[in-house]
């Protein structure tokens, strides 16, 4: 299925008809990604993420939001950011225009980790006013994580490296993604500490507390090729965990698992 922004309206409801009511909306972030990734990293990324997906199973697929809540970015130039609040708002507001014209269930893919507290407020947000609107807000450490260290792990590429933050793991999908945007000669190694200590940093005080570069992890070692298998890992495993809660709706009247 095309992206929602490039089908017309009957075709929409077309779809909507035949039974694809599940919309993906992928939400990205316009953040400092070190000096070698572009700001719209995590956007480019949950675009393509959604759009994986939408090869695979009967979804649509929702412009991607390009800006998040990405204040532990503050300090470095070009943040644009939310408020959690107007955040979740904004995901509840499109979550009831998706209803009005059929969707039945809503799969919001965040490719940025600060987006969590915005979540949680727009699940307990729809829960309660969109009841009838099964939601599903994976997270992708828990779906995800062990799959992309599986990646990294058979070429050899250590946690460390892989990083939370414009690392070679970020830095190996935009390479994939879009490799006119990675500027590779300005790739600098950044925290390369236990991932686990950084995390909590960063949550703490801030990217640019942890190094001033803005990178976690160390890009040197990107590649296209693992980029492209670190992507199709994920969209494996958001697809799986879908398809599941795809097929309980086709043969469930009545209660959906959200
Ligand atoms: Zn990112």
New binding site residues.
């Given amino acids: 299925m095309k992206p929602l922004a490039e089908l017309t309206w009957p075709q929409v409801a077309r779809a909507v008809a035949e039974g694809v009511t599940t919309v993906i909306l992928p939400l990205g972030?316009t953040e400092q990604?070190g000096p070698h990734l572009p700001l719209g990293?995590?956007t480019v990324?949950a675009r393509a993420l959604a759009e994986g997906l939408a090869e695979r199973l009967p979804v649509l697929v929702a412009p991607a939001l390009p800006i998040g809540c990405s204040d532990e970015h503050g300090g470095f130039a070009g943040l644009l950011s939310l408020e959690a609040e107007t955040l979740a708002a904004v995901i509840a507001d499109c979550a009831r225009r998706m209803a009005d014209w059929g969707a039945t269930r809503l799969v919001v893919l965040s490719?940025?980790g600060g987006n969590g507290r915005a979540l949680a407020l727009a699940e307990a947000r729809l829960r309660r006013e969109l009841p009838e609107l099964a939601l599903w807000i994976p997270d992708a450490a828990t779906v995800c994580g062990d799959a992309v260290r599986a990646v990294a792990a058979a070429d050899g590429i250590a946690v460390e490296a892989v990083g939370l933050?414009?690392g070679e793991g970020?830095t190996s999908e935009l390479l994939h993604l879009c490799p006119e945007q990675v500027r590779m000669q300005e790739a600098v190694p950044g925290y390369t500490g236990d991932m686990e200590e950084g995390l909590s940093r960063l949550v703490q005080a801030g990217t640019r507390a942890l190094n001033a570069d803005g990178v976690v992890g160390d890009p040197r070692s990107a590649d296209a090729g693992r980029g492209q298998r670190y992507l199709s890992a994920q969209v494996a495993r958001y697809e799986s965990a879908l398809a599941e809660r795809l097929a309980a709706e086709a043969t469930t009247s009545g209660s959906v698992p959200a």
């Fill in positions: 972030a990604h990293t995590d990324r490719a940025h933050h414009a970020e």
